[in-house]
């Protein structure tokens, strides 16, 4: 019942900005941390950023200063800012929510599909 739908991936040249965006539907009691994963090719999927409830977030090391992550409780979506982009974040995103469906029910990892976001000149 519960999808994650991302927007806002595609091609940009190196320095160039993109904002992603998720927004989670379905029937949803309540939604604890979000996050962005992101995979590149021939290599493991990482966290890029994550974000609580509270709006405490932490960002991977490679994406500090550059990427913002923040979350609209009210819409159940969660976005990442992303500036100064550079070839090495191509990749695809994925954007993560743990959310509880019913009240007596523990918290599930859900996933979106994945949006491509291409750095290159």
């Known amino acids: 019942q519960v999808q994650l739908v991302e927007s806002g991936g595609g091609l940009v040249q190196p320095g160039g900005s993109l904002r992603l965006s998720c927004a989670a539907s379905?029937?949803?009691?309540?939604?604890?941390?979000m996050g962005w994963y992101r995979q590149a090719p021939g290599k493991q999927r990482e966290l890029v950023a994550a974000?609580?409830?509270?709006?405490?977030?932490n960002y991977t090391d490679s994406v500090k200063g550059r990427f913002t992550i923040s979350r609209d409780n009210a819409q159940n979506t969660v976005y990442l800012q992303m500036n100064s982009l550079k070839p090495e974040d191509t990749a695809v995103y994925y954007c993560?929510?743990?959310?509880?469906?019913?009240?007596?029910?523990?918290?599930?990892?859900?996933w979106g599909q994945g949006t491509q976001v291409t750095v290159s000149s």
């Open positions: 974000i609580s409830r509270g709006d405490n977030t």
């Open positions: 379905g029937y949803i009691f309540s939604i604890n941390a």
């Open positions: 993560n929510a743990r959310i509880r469906q019913y009240t007596i029910t523990p918290y599930y990892d859900y």
